[in-house]
């Protein structure tokens, strides 16, 4: 199985390096701007994105995925607004895919947990020189495979944030970050608040979402230590 597993990834590498660089589409180039980013060519650069010009691609920004540091396979945004389905994604047999595009950092404090590719794209392209990082979880459920992930990574951080979009239920919210404590055990945990008027982090402006994330992590750090301060006070008798 693990032989034909990395079968399955070296054709997918092949096949990756047919699409063309983003940075050669106007049309990408655009959305990218688009979203906020004051140097479109730079970000396809620096984060190798390509562009699905026909086919099953057509019309998509195709976002590299990887596991360790290694390329496993991609996912591809919809940017005509016009498909049925926003992403899609290239499978690999056996495997739960995530988005870490800080897979090159070797040291950081805080990781920043979201739901889309286009997320943790915004906040590690704001958060480069910070020790922070972020994994989009490519959805709202934390399966087996990417618990196993998670648990795998290299980055011995103290605080982890999840930032949701802005529709997600309370509940739904709460009950990720129990699921997500179990899995990581960091010192301080908290729900990442987004801006007032902000349905999710890649519509932030790229300027507001390093101020943001550290005031997150204050809020965190200061929760969590309420918290443990309630959990070791005596309970009084009367």
């Not at 990218?32 to 396809?44: D, F, I, K, Q, W």
């Not at 899609?88 to 988005?99: S, Y």
Request: contains cysteine; aromatic residues 6%; glycine residues 8%.
């Amino acid at each position: 199985a693990r032989e034909a597993v990395k079968a399955d990834i070296a054709r997918l590498r092949k096949a990756w390096d047919h699409f063309p660089s983003a940075r050669t589409s106007d049309v990408c180039l655009q959305y990218l701007s688009s979203r906020g980013y004051s140097s479109p060519r730079s970000v396809c650069e620096q984060y190798d994105l390509r562009y699905g010009g026909a086919g099953r691609w057509a019309g998509r920004l195709l976002v590299p995925l990887h596991e360790g540091g290694q390329f496993m396979s991609w996912t591809g945004r919809d940017i005509t607004g016009r498909a049925a389905t926003k992403y899609i994604h290239e499978p690999v047999a056996g495997h739960a895919l995530m988005c870490m595009p800080d897979s090159f950092k070797r040291f950081a404090h805080t990781l920043v947990l979201v739901e889309g590719p286009f997320d943790a794209l915004k906040i590690s392209n704001a958060c480069r020189d910070a020790e922070i990082v972020t994994v989009a979880l490519c959805g709202k459920n934390i399966g087996a495979g990417k618990q196993l992930q998670l648990r795998q990574l290299a980055f011995q951080v103290d605080t982890v944030l999840l930032a949701l979009d802005a529709d997600v239920t309370i509940t739904t919210c709460y009950s990720m970050l129990r699921e997500v404590e179990s899995i990581l055990k960091p010192g301080n945990i908290g729900r990442a608040k987004l801006p007032i008027g902000i349905k999710d982090p890649g519509e932030m402006q790229t300027g507001n979402i390093l101020p943001w994330l550290l005031e997150q992590r204050r809020r965190a750090q200061q929760e969590s230590h309420e918290s443990g301060l309630r959990k070791n006070t005596p309970t009084r008798v009367l």
